[in-house]
């Protein structure tokens, strides 16, 4: 049996149970309260006649048997009811048969439980016996008068054979009920089947890695929210496809091309006779290149290890305004050899984070703009906290952003074109990666004339500010 099949019989089988359920329900409800209703109402009926023929014998006098075996057959006649009467001997207490409106079964007559209740008691007494494999129902009254028992017994066969007829019928309805069920579970779980064979070929389309087609589902229902769902997953899963295959291919270029310029100037030094000054020059430019290679390798790390959750965040006062001190004071040299005016404004401000960690992305942020700004350009590190934030900001008043890459500069890898081509295109995004994981943020703000990179972070209680005596 295919999967889809599986499905239509399980809901098939589903309706079935509830019908099935449903259908023993009515039945266990049904027809034992109908069978008691019919037999109380057959005793019901029994007690009044038995009350009756109490009534009317207590006013006559019986001078033979005959006459009052009469007598019982005429109101047997009357009521439909086998009448017998019965004098009471003993102890121990029994019963001698006086009248009976049959001629037959008078011995067993005398040793019917209802009657010697009764007998016993004094009170009147009913019940549902069986005799001869036949369902009765008996009442027995005691005659005040005379100390006699009146026992008036009625078949129940016409009241069993009502309710064997709803039994009948109900078992009927429940075939009936059963295929209409089975009928209407398999056709109406065909068109479900054939959309979770749909999902099913979408899901086995995503899993090959093929996330050009959309998995599309307009009903409604659950299953028209798992189909959305599936979309919603096919989407990001593309997007995520795409930026592992981006992330590769800048990878591959950004290691590609340090080492072609190493493995050139290694040429160059072993196949070229080169004068002392060039060697040096060479090989500053191999050590520059390394460098870039251990950041690049460096960077790449760090990014495996937050994608993976692996990377590793101290919790701990750190002074924001000595980390940025610290961020000018190595970048200094820098911002002097490309004629940029440095400036540190510090304040106050303690924050809870990891101060390596913080140091890395001032330096990112602080070498940026160094990086990126034309000669003369002023760039100010700026200190500052306030309702239990506190501010790192690193403005320029360069040419600014425009608004097409003012997002992008977060991504990975991504550069904006045009310019000074440094760097991997990761610290931006290293650094607002770290600032979330220690529950800060960084953003931008840019225009012509003045570009703000800002790190948030949540402050310290160390930098709350110790209340003053009075």
């Known amino acids: 049996m295919t999967r889809s099949g599986g499905i239509r019989a399980r809901l098939a089988l589903g309706l079935l149970i509830v019908v099935c359920g449903a259908l023993l329900g009515a039945y266990l409800i049904v027809v034992p309260s109908l069978e008691k209703r019919l037999v109380d109402a057959k005793l019901t009926e029994l007690r009044r006649n038995a009350a009756t023929f109490a009534a009317g014998y207590a006013t006559r006098n019986f001078n033979d048997p005959l006459s009052l ?39 067993q007559m005398e040793q019917d439980g209802i009657a010697l209740k009764t007998a016993s008691s004094g009170a009147v007494s009913s019940g549902r016996v069986t005799r001869d494999g036949r369902e009765y129902a008996e009442v027995a009254v005691p005659l005040a008068t ?27 309805a429940t075939l009936a009920a059963l295929l209409i069920a089975l009928t209407l579970g398999t056709l109406g779980a065909a068109p479900h089947a054939r959309r979770i064979r749909r999902l099913e070929r979408a899901a086995e389309r995503i899993a090959e890695g093929s996330f050009d087609e959309p998995v599309v589902d307009d009903v409604g229902d659950e299953l028209g929210e798992l189909a959305r769902a599936f979309d919603r997953m096919r989407v990001q899963l593309a997007q995520l496809d795409s930026a592992r295959k981006a992330f590769v291919a800048h990878a591959s270029h950004e290691l590609r091309t340090p080492l072609f310029a190493l493995g050139g100037f290694l040429e160059l030094l072993e196949n070229e006779e080169v004068d002392e000054e060039t060697q040096r020059r060479f090989l500053a430019t191999m050590h520059e290149q390394v460098q870039r290679l251990t950041k690049l390798a460096t960077d790449l790390l760090d990014l495996s290890r937050m994608d993976a959750g692996g990377m590793h965040i101290e919790q701990e006062d750190v002074d924001l305004g000595e980390v940025a001190r610290a961020v000018v004071e190595e970048l200094q040299a820098l911002a002097e050899a490309h004629e940029q005016r440095l400036e540190f404004e510090s304040a106050d401000a303690w924050v809870v984070g990891d101060e390596l960690r913080i140091l890395q992305i001032g330096r990112a942020l602080a070498g940026n703009a160094v990086m990126h700004t034309p000669a003369g350009t002023r760039i100010c590190v700026r200190v500052h906290a306030g309702d239990g934030r506190a501010w790192l900001e690193v403005e320029d008043d360069g040419p600014g952003i425009s608004a097409e890459h003012l997002e992008r500069i977060f991504d990975r890898f991504y550069r904006v074109e045009g310019g000074v081509a440094s760097g991997s295109g990761l610290g931006l995004a290293i650094a607002r990666e770290l600032a979330e994981l220690m529950g800060g943020t960084v953003r931008v703000r840019s225009r012509p004339g003045r570009t703000t990179f800002t790190l948030e972070l949540p402050a310290a209680a160390a930098g709350v500010p110790e209340p003053v005596a009075g």
């Open 69 to 107: 075996d009469n007598y019982a057959k005429g109101a047997a006649f009357t009521f439909d009811a086998r009448v017998s009467l019965f004098g009471v001997i003993g102890p121990p207490v029994g019963l001698s048969s006086l009248a009976d409106s049959a001629d037959v079964g008078i011995s």
């Open 146 to 172: 005379s100390g006699q028992v009146v026992l008036l017994s009625a078949s129940l066969a016409d009241q069993l054979s009502t309710v064997h007829l709803v039994q009948r019928r109900l078992f009927y």
